[in-house]
């Protein structure tokens, strides 16, 4: 197979739980991934956990554990929640892994040697809990510009990776591959706050704690944040730093995507190029710089205690309607909100009466007319070839969107599909042609209009809501879930017996299942 998509998410802090604003991150890479696969390429998607530094070293202390204990509790966590959304990754790692250690130790060394990092002194104001450095006019209000928590001045002996020696090569490839960094906003910002007035050299060691992989010639220093946690992208696909790489080194580098929060963009678009221009290696092809969501219109955090976990989610709503807000909520370029009861309101309206309405509908209808079998479709009206263009239009709505990365619009696209279909029934009216004996053979091709839309459907759903998918081939008693047999209109035999309709997804009740919320927030 000729046909290869590399994805990586950003990896997870282990200093706590991660929330559905973190997890909405795996989610959608996970959508992205399932989509490439079931258009038939070879996909590689990797994501993982970043486990050193103060913050982790500071919370292991609070809780009476081990820096190494901690985490890898943590980092169970972060993969267990990565399990309950159901999504497909093919490698999950940690950067406590000896072998990542030890690439990066060597990585530090190369860059050392070849006159890229140096030795210095670094003054300044630190954020513990972001893990950075900032100049006095990069506060906001005289605190931290991205959490906005309290800074403290810091100095101490540090290495320095000369970022200004490369920063006009970054500026020119950033300028030549328009798509390098999308969307179009987060590149803006990148260029005008960060490029343009001038980078400092990055501070890329600590002495002030000792929880991170150590400077193999300098045992005071551990190897800070970015040299470390950045490089993962590399280090367990297989590169070496002498240049005999792994075969899968060859294979899933470079990254086809990246897939960053926004918060966390320039490290990634700035700093990660750097190091790999450093290195000598090709740079990630994209990055998607992706938005929040937000909690209520804030960004969640403890502080405020508006944090929500996909865990707790799933346990009151199950899998699928949690992925189907979270895909389905966040625009491209902006913030996603969740609340309760807009999470209620669009699982009521979208997943049971859209979705759901139609497929019990449809599979009863066809019990109910025609025994349950899958008819012949023999007579065609213009009505009939309308909706399937349509049909098939919106297929290729669902397609465009996803290859610009525009999920929330390609779900948006394909539950159009059902919404027609849903339309197409009232205005066909299966159950006054069932009346009629010279209306059997119209009958027959509505009703099989109506499932193949359905099939048609499931099969672009398997990359957002899989286990829903399944259920409805499972309704059909079809294998049939390729993506190349959309396109035609006859991917279901005629003659098949369906299986009895289930309910998909049942009604919520929104002020009783607030309530039962609100007690379960108490617990």
Request: glycine share 4%; aromatic share 12%.
């Amino acid at each position: 197979m000729n046909k290869r998509f590399n994805i990586y998410t950003a990896i997870a802090y282990t200093s706590g739980k991660p929330h559905i604003g973190n997890t909405y991150e795996i989610v959608l890479a996970d959508a992205i991934a399932r989509y490439k696969r079931l258009l038939g390429y070879d996909v590689y998607f990797q994501t993982g956990t970043d486990e050193h530094g103060q913050k982790i070293a500071e919370k292991a202390k609070l809780n009476n554990k081990k820096p190494q204990e901690f985490v890898d509790e943590v980092a169970q966590i972060v993969k267990d929640i990565w399990d309950i959304m159901n999504t497909s990754y093919d490698r999950f790692v940690r950067t406590t892994d000896p072998i990542h250690k030890e690439k990066v130790s060597k990585i530090f060394e190369k860059l050392y040697k070849q006159g890229d990092i140096y030795k210095g002194v670094y003054e300044g104001l630190y954020c513990t809990p972001c893990e950075s450095f900032f100049t006095e006019s990069q506060l906001v209000d005289g605190k931290c510009p991205d959490c906005g928590r309290e800074v403290v001045p810091t100095k101490e002996e540090a290495y320095f990776f000369k970022l200004s020696k490369y920063v006009k090569k970054l500026e020119d490839h950033i300028n030549n591959n328009k798509d390098f960094i999308v969307p179009e906003s987060r590149k803006n910002e990148i260029i005008n706050n960060f490029i343009k007035p001038g980078l400092q050299d990055l501070c890329v060691s600590r002495t002030s704690f000792d929880w991170g992989v150590p400077v193999t010639f300098d045992d005071k220093h551990v190897v800070y944040v970015w040299i470390d946690a950045l490089s993962n992208y590399i280090t367990f696909p297989g590169y070496d730093v002498e240049g005999n790489h792994e075969p899968e080194f060859k294979k899933y580098w470079p990254a086809d995507l990246h897939v960053i929060g926004k918060d966390i963009l320039r490290f990634h678009v700035i700093y990660w190029p750097i190091i790999l221009m450093a290195l000598d290696l090709p740079l990630p092809k994209q990055i998607f710089g992706h938005p929040w969501l937000l909690s209520s219109e804030e960004k969640m955090s403890k502080s405020k205690g508006n944090i929500i976990y996909a865990d707790d989610l799933v346990n009151i709503f199950g899998v699928d309607p949690v992925r189907y807000y979270m895909l389905s909520q966040m625009p491209y370029a902006n913030d996603g909100v969740f609340t309760y009861e807009l999470f209620i309101d669009k699982i009521n309206a979208e997943l049971v009466n859209n979705l759901g309405n139609l497929i019990n509908r449809t599979i009863n209808m066809t019990y109910k007319f025609l025994d349950g079998i899958v008819p012949e479709p023999v007579r065609y009206e213009e009505i009939d070839q309308q909706f399937i263009e349509y049909v098939k239009n919106q297929i290729k709505q669902a397609d465009q969107k996803m290859n610009e990365y525009k999920v929330a619009e390609s779900l948006d696209a394909l539950f159009e599909i059902f919404d027609k279909a849903n339309k197409y029934i009232d205005e066909t009216t299966p159950w006054t042609l069932a009346k009629k004996e010279d209306e059997r053979d119209r009958l027959a091709t509505v009703m099989y209009n109506l499932l193949e839309s359905i099939r048609i459907g499931a099969v672009i759903l398997q990359a957002f809501l899989p286990d829903t998918a399944e259920r409805i081939f499972k309704q059909l008693n079809t294998t049939n879930k390729t993506y190349e047999s959309i396109y035609e209109f006859n991917g279901l035999s005629a003659g098949t017996k369906l299986k009895k309709p289930e309910i998909l997804f049942e009604r919520i009740d929104k002020q009783k299942k607030l309530e039962e919320i609100k007690d379960f927030n108490k617990k």
